[in-house]
């Protein structure tokens, strides 16, 4: 039974739906009516759907009053909107969320199937890139769980991130066609279809009244039909809704071409509309200008948007008190082009005075940015935009003509200025500034970490921040313990459980009553033992997926995120070529075994990114296969890291490697799912990560690297990482293996960019942070030898790690900036 188990599930519940005998009549009925199969004949996916069923089915009268509930209190809404969700697998933790598992458990066990081995079966909607996906995820997870009305609103690609493979030490990237056996948490509701117009010109004309107006007539018109979830917050009646938009031709035919006889040619629309939602971009952190991107963002936002305003009729309200109803929440640029669409129909369609119309948009959204990284920030540029969004760009053009008179008042005369802030970058080519779109069309705007934050008022934002310093705040990310300790960690919370109660997994920061437990001798083994368990279940899944045999053992030291320089997984890599060659120089060098452990997509066109995977494998090729290293260090690239990975990897994790270049994480999230499950960070001052020092002390952290401000300072001086090099022995020597070939087979050239690239720009500085580094992993060798003080830590850094969750993160939001509150159901 897991630690959430334990627990009766919330009173108000109709039990007797739940009971055993109840979900065993329920799953028969499914794998009979819904799958058309028997016990004896069906597969894995008939048993995993008809289970999925079956659950659905005991939140479907929660969603009901939940909406019920919404509308009859007229009830301030939170709209998430996001182009990502990246939420894992659902049926896991709707069980926990319901408290059902164990009866689920038994019930599957007693008609001779495994629940596990269901839970398997499950593909994981992979909606999103990496770590802004992934927070859209556990903040719908919180509001529900806190009881906010909420919305999540986003696309339903049909593939979404690829799945990766490793083949040769490359990424090979494969179609992730996650739909392919259905999808049955979710319902399509045809009758809630928007229209959503694209391209064409717009005109102007003179209304009834004698009102100038414009029309927008648009080259085509694609139909956005909503697919909803049921997002159940942990043991409260609240069931809140995630609703994806799939696009859909109007027409299946185009009657006109199909009489001419173009059979053929008559479907192709259909094609093209469809093809909006097909698939996911999967870039993180940089963004090509396509056309399909910005149709992408638009569509899903225009359907939002309408189907807000739709809600507000049903509710009876005027348009005028949109702000009232809903509070919207840009995820990052992607869907800052809802500033200008609802201008648009506020004005064009509900025929709203502009200044009118322009009060209601700025109380309505705040915006979150994610990145400080250049290369990220989204920019159309101008003639690709109006091809678009013809009648967006002219209300742009009208924002930000108002929007420079205000800022000529500001800045008197300083007309670099004005150009800096222009929602139109015109120093070259022309282009539509994004960010600046969201920051004026705000009435919030936050960075997802302090430091974060802090740069964004310094260097990004700086221009907006003289101008408007009191819509600038800071909200650090969290994350749900619901999913990253309760689901993922079952052994771990079963024994806080037994210690401190349950009171934790809806209010994280009651794991700090596990403080004192941190000098409790029998507390401590048993926290290793759990620990132990973990590794050796991450250690099957290993062998499974790489065919390598790791160590429960050694350390795990592990680093999974997106792969990219400016993390600087190389960095690791130049690390453990240094520890290897350690190794051969001293054949009976005494150091603690290690198994470094990575993960992560490396978008498919950043070629470097790939390199890095590369060079990971290659050395992990060598040191795997020489007899000298006997087992003391090994090196595991997981393939197609996810949520469902990352479930198993975060609980068995020792040490977290959270280093990147200082000022460039935003904030990381993964850094908090480790903390939480006890591993300790080895991490540079960036993001999130000082906050975590912060909370579990100087001495539970192992910290190395340049700060921010030290960072700037080098590049301004100049930064020559010959410098560093030539101070380095050992760097010198492990550069000039790789740069030999012996990792890669004698081909001299393979990793020559990467090196080339190192010894010459640097850009994320490796060199000047490598000697701190390897340091500090000095430090952490030697306190690893200590089992008590090493699991005193762990101990320690969970339980300190309460402010990280996302729950203390929605409450801020809802207090600071979304003015929501919790809406208690009321059932029916
Ligand atoms: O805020 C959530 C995360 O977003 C990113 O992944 C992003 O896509 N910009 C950042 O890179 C992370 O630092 C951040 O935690």
């Keep these: 039974m897991s630690a959430a188990d334990s627990s009766v599930a919330h009173p108000e519940h109709d039990r007797s739906s739940l009971s055993r005998e109840s979900l065993k009549r329920a799953f ?48 301030r809404t939170v709209a998430y909107l996001s182009a990502e969700f990246l939420m894992g697998p659902y049926l896991g933790n709707n069980l926990l969320s319901l408290g059902i598992s164990h009866e689920i458990r038994l019930a599957m066990s007693e008609l001779g199937l495994d629940l596990d081995e269901l839970l398997r079966q499950e593909e994981e909607p992979g909606l999103g890139n990496g770590g802004l996906g992934r927070l859209a995820a556990c903040f719908i997870d919180s509001l529900a769980t806190l009881e906010v009305p909420a919305i999540g609103y986003g696309i339903r690609y049909e593939y979404g991130i690829f799945y990766q493979t490793i083949m040769d030490g490359w990424q090979v990237e494969n179609t992730d066609a996650w739909l392919r056996y259905g999808n049955p948490w979710e319902i399509q509701h045809a009758e809630w279809a928007v229209q959503v117009k694209l391209g064409g010109h717009t005109e102007q004309y003179t209304d009834d009244s004698g009102r100038f107006r414009v029309r927008w007539v648009p080259e085509k018109t694609v139909a956005g039909v909503p697919f909803d979830s049921p997002i159940p917050g942990y043991r409260v009646d609240t069931t809140n809704t995630l609703r994806l938009w799939r696009a859909e031709a109007t027409e299946a035919f185009d009657f006109h071409t199909f009489n001419r006889g173009d059979y053929l040619g008559a479907v192709n629309k259909k094609v093209t509309s469809e093809n909006l939602t097909k698939v996911l971009y999967p870039n993180d952190e940089s963004v090509q200008g396509k056309e399909l991107r910005l149709e992408q963002q638009y569509f899903f936002v225009s359907c939002s948007l309408q189907d807000m ?36 129909l506020l004005i064009d369609e509900h025929l709203v005075p502009w200044d009118r119309a322009w009060d209601i948009t700025r109380q309505t959204f705040s915006y979150t940015n994610h990145t400080l990284l250049p290369e990220a920030l989204e920019r159309w540029p101008l003639e690709l935009f109006r091809r678009v969004l013809p009648r967006h760009l002219e209300i742009i053009f009208e924002i930000n003509a108002r929007f420079l008179n205000e800022a000529r008042i500001h800045f008197f005369g300083d007309e670099t200025r004005i150009a800096r802030l222009s929602l139109i970058d015109e120093s070259g080519e022309r282009y539509v500034r994004m960010a600046h779109l969201a920051c004026v069309g705000s009435h919030a705007i936050n960075g997802v970490a302090d430091l974060h934050s802090e740069l964004l008022k310094r260097d990004l934002l700086k221009d907006f921040y003289a101008m408007w310093p009191d819509k600038f705040t800071s909200m650090t990310n969290g994350v749900t313990p619901r999913r990253w300790v309760a689901l993922s960690n079952p052994r771990m919370g079963k024994l806080v459980t037994r210690c401190i109660g ?11 009553e596990i403080e004192p437990y941190a000098d409790d001798a029998a507390f401590a083994a048993e926290w290793r033992a759990i620990k132990r368990a973990n590794k050796i279940d991450l250690a099957s899944l290993l062998l499974r997926k790489t065919g390598i045999k790791v160590d429960p053992d050694s350390m795990f030291d592990v680093q999974v995120k997106r792969i990219h320089e400016y993390k600087r997984q190389h960095l690791s890599a130049l690390h453990i070529a240094a520890l290897y060659h350690r190794v051969k120089s001293q054949r009976n060098l005494d150091i603690t075994p290690r198994t470094f452990i990575f993960g992560g997509k490396a978008a498919p066109g950043y070629m470097r990114a790939k390199l890095m995977i590369k060079l990971i494998t290659a050395i992990g090729d060598v040191i795997n296969h020489d007899p000298d290293v006997r087992d003391r260090i090994k090196v595991v690239f997981i393939p197609n890291f996810s949520v469902t990975v990352g479930q198993c990897v975060y609980p068995a994790a020792e040490l977290s490697e959270q280093i990147s270049l200082a000022g460039k994480e935003a904030s990381g999230t993964g850094n908090m799912k480790f903390a939480m499950n006890g591993a300790l960070t080895i991490g540079t001052m960036d993001g999130a990560n000082i906050e975590i020092r912060d909370e579990v002390g100087e001495d539970v952290f192992f910290l190395f690297g340049l700060t921010a401000e030290e960072v700037y300072a080098l590049r301004r001086e100049g930064y020559r990482p010959m410098d560093f090099l030539r101070r380095d022995g050992e760097l010198h020597a492990v550069i000039e293996l790789i740069r030999s070939g012996f990792f890669s087979r004698g081909d001299s050239a393979l990793f020559a960019p990467l090196i080339d690239d190192l010894l010459n720009h640097d850009p994320y500085m490796l060199l000047a942070d490598y000697d701190s580094y390897a340091a500090c992993h000095s430090r952490v060798d030697q306190a690893y030898r200590d089992t008590q003080a090493w699991t005193r830590m762990s101990i320690l850094n969970t339980a300190r790690s309460g402010k990280f969750s996302s729950d203390r993160a929605i409450g801020e939001y809802c207090d600071r900036i979304w003015k929501a509150r919790a809406v208690p159901v009321e059932k029916r």
């Design 28 to 75: 028969l009925d499914h794998l009979l009516y819904t799958q058309g199969k028997s016990l004896e004949i069906a597969s894995k996916n008939d048993l995993y759907q008809s289970l999925a069923h079956t659950v659905r089915d005991r939140l479907v009268r929660s969603w009901f009053d939940t909406s019920a509930t919404h509308q009859k209190r007229n009830a």
């Design 502 to 512: 349950d009171g934790w997994i809806k209010d994280w920061s009651r794991i700090r």
């Design 309 to 344: 305003l739709r809600l507000q009729q049903h509710r009876g309200q005027p348009v005028t008190s949109f702000h009232k109803s809903f509070a919207i929440q840009l995820n990052d640029t992607h869907p800052s082009i809802g500033v200008a669409e609802l201008m648009r």
